[in-house]
Each structure stands twice: as C-alpha cells, then as structure tokens.
C-alpha cells in the first residue's frame, strides 16, 4: 500500500501500532492537515476513512469533486447529491472492522451512530490526541504561510489605528480594517475582530459596539487572518489623546511582562514557565490579580491548538511549534492593555512573526 504523503504515512504507522483497522477524520481542519484539501461542508458529511489494510478514500459532496481532485488527491472519492446518505455509499468498504479511529471531541452523536450502524464495530479508539501531536509541530512549509498571515495581521493593526478619530465607534474602525484587508486578498479572519475603547478595553473577551472613542480612552486591538489554510493572531493597545500614570504603568508592565515570556522561549523550556515569566513579573507590581488568563495558546490551522500556554502545562517547547505570548491586564474604570505576538520556536530560540511595533503610540 502507498499512502499519499508523511502525514498520513505518520496516521497510518500509529494505526499498525495501534491495531486500528480503520480511522475516520470528520473535521474540516484535520481532513485539510491531511489531504491538502478544505471545504465547509456545512450539515453535509466531509470524511476521510483511513484504513490499515486498504487506500484511504474522502467522501464529499458532489459538488466539491472537482476540488477534491484540484488538490492532487489520486485515491478514490466518494461523492454524493443531496438525495443520497453518503454513509450507505461507504457501507460496503467495510469489511472485518473490529476496531475504529475516531474524532471524540469533534465527532457528534448522529455520525457516530452511522459509524455503528455500517461498520457493526463496538471498539473506539480516539485518535486525536496523535493529530494533535503531528500539528503541533509545524514544518518549514507551514511556518512560511503563518510567517504571511501574520504579516497581514500587521497590516490590519496598522489599518485600524490610522483609521482612529475622535466620536468613531470600535465597530466603524473594525468595518475599516476588515474592508481593507479584503481589498488585499483576506477571504477570512481567524476570528471576530475586537476593537475595545475606554471601559470596554478592561474586558479581556469585550464585546465590540457603537461605544465611541473618547479623549484618554486605551483601544485595544485583537486581530488575525486565515491565510491558505492557517491563521494568525495578535493585540496590540494604543492610548487616544491622552494617557493616565495608572493607564502607561499597566502598558509597560505588560510589555515587559510580554518582553520576559519570548526571551526564555527557546527549546527545552518548560511551557508553564512561559506563562509564569510573564505573570511573575505582572503580580510584582501588585496587578496580578488583573491577569485573568493564560499567557497563550497554540496556533495553526485553527486559532486555539495545541499547547495550552498556562502555568501548570509540564510540556516542553520544541522547535516548530508556534503559539501566541499575550499577557494582559484589565481594570475597570481605567482599562485594559493586552500585548500579543506570534511566536515559532527555532533550533536555537525564537522568530516573532508579528512585527508590528510595541512602543506606547498615543494617537493624537
């Protein structure tokens, strides 16, 4: 048997080692890690059955066929129109199963009571904890799109900030930056873009509104691209106007709290020790109490992977991972500052890919 390419070569060997006749991938994210090919099937069923004994095939809808083949896929493809159940199409490439990979977090209830029905398997094995571990670590290819996205994010800082004016609301300024990013090529963003003025800004996940920027108000920017498949993320927080003692103490002491996180980011560091270089140095000027997440989180094809960047994660940094460093502080009635750059660990340190500068800009 050939297996198209090194990930699913990778899938395949823990399957032999595993004694897993069969894995079905049913997440738009992982049958795109594995087969290069991406789609939201909305309702309708996306798959990719890998088996141990046998080519792998990808059930899609009809229309995506062409797609599927756009991508260089050259094993079997099982498409179907509305009016079919694409699992009775699948039913008969079943054949001995006793034990079956899957999805837990991401297979819902009805897909697994199909799985049941066609494959007449009792044995489950969860398979992502090994997807989890081939995507944590990203190769040059995929460092190099994240290193473009995160460009891009730049550019949508960038936007944003020039688009501030007095009597603007955070929703105007994110129509802004998310036109002229679309003008640049952006189909996607990663996530819901946050622009946080004055109040809102204290609230770490705040809810982008009417609320209009006002003299002395921090705006704090959350941002990223899907950019071929992968995301990028970073925040960044101005002033407009004017600035309060309190208000540039917390943004330095964020800063520097951000500063200490990246440096010791290198391979072999602990990843509770990323977080708490950061949360450290913030509770040392008696702020820790508003700090009330962790200092990151992985990132790739979906904007939170793997690792989890807190204080009790045992994990170790290896090269090619990337995650976000982003330490915050939120008070209310006076705001909040978070700092977030994209971070990919190399053989001997770190790249930041995001490069949009972190000096105090007081927008006048």
């Not at 963003?189 to 003299?215: Q, R, W, Y």
Request: glycine share 6%.
């Amino acid at each position: 048997m050939i297996i198209m390419n090194n990930r699913l070569k990778k899938l395949h060997k823990w399957m032999l080692e595993k004694n897993i006749d069969s894995t079905i991938i049913s997440s738009t994210e992982n049958v795109f890690y594995l087969t290069g090919f991406h789609c939201n099937p909305h309702e309708r069923l996306l798959a990719l059955i890998v088996y141990k004994n046998a080519d792998p095939i990808i059930i899609v809808p009809k229309m995506e066929e062409k797609s599927v083949i756009s991508t260089g896929w050259s094993y079997d493809i099982i498409a179907y129109d509305d009016t079919e159940n694409p699992w009775d199409k699948v039913k008969n490439r079943f054949h001995s199963i006793n034990c079956i990979g899957i999805e837990k977090t991401s297979l819902n209830v009805s897909k697994y009571e199909e799985i049941q029905r066609i494959s007449k398997s009792d044995t489950f094995i969860n398979v992502e904890e090994i997807l989890n571990e081939l995507r944590l670590i990203k190769d040059s290819e995929e460092i190099s799109i994240m290193r473009d996205a995160a460009h891009l994010a730049d550019i949508g800082v960038e936007i944003g900030i020039s688009a501030i004016t007095k009597g603007k609301s955070e929703l105007q300024i994110i129509s802004i930056i998310e036109s002229e990013l679309k003008l640049r090529g952006v189909q996607k963003m990663s996530f819901d873009t946050m622009v946080l003025a004055g109040p809102n800004s204290a609230e770490p996940h705040g809810v982008p509104s009417l609320n209009k920027i006002c003299d002395g108000d921090l705006v704090l920017f959350d941002l990223g691209v899907i950019h071929k498949g992968y995301c990028s993320d970073i925040s960044r927080t101005v002033a407009f106007k004017s600035i309060s003692e309190k208000q540039r103490e917390i943004y330095d002491t964020v800063l520097q709290a951000q500063l200490k996180a990246i440096e010791i980011s290198n391979p072999g560091t602990l990843i509770k020790d990323v977080d708490l270089a950061a949360r450290d140095h913030i509770k040392s000027f008696g702020l820790g109490e508003y700090f009330t997440h962790r200092v990151g989180h992985g990132l790739g094809i979906l904007i939170h992977e793997y690792p989890s960047m807190h204080s009790l994660n045992e994990g170790v940094l290896k090269e090619g991972m990337v995650f976000t460093i982003e330490p915050g502080i939120y008070i209310p009635d006076v705001g909040g500052v978070r700092i977030e750059d994209d971070i990919v660990i190399t053989p001997t340190g770190n790249e930041v890919l995001t490069k949009f500068t972190k000096e105090l800009l007081i927008i006048k």
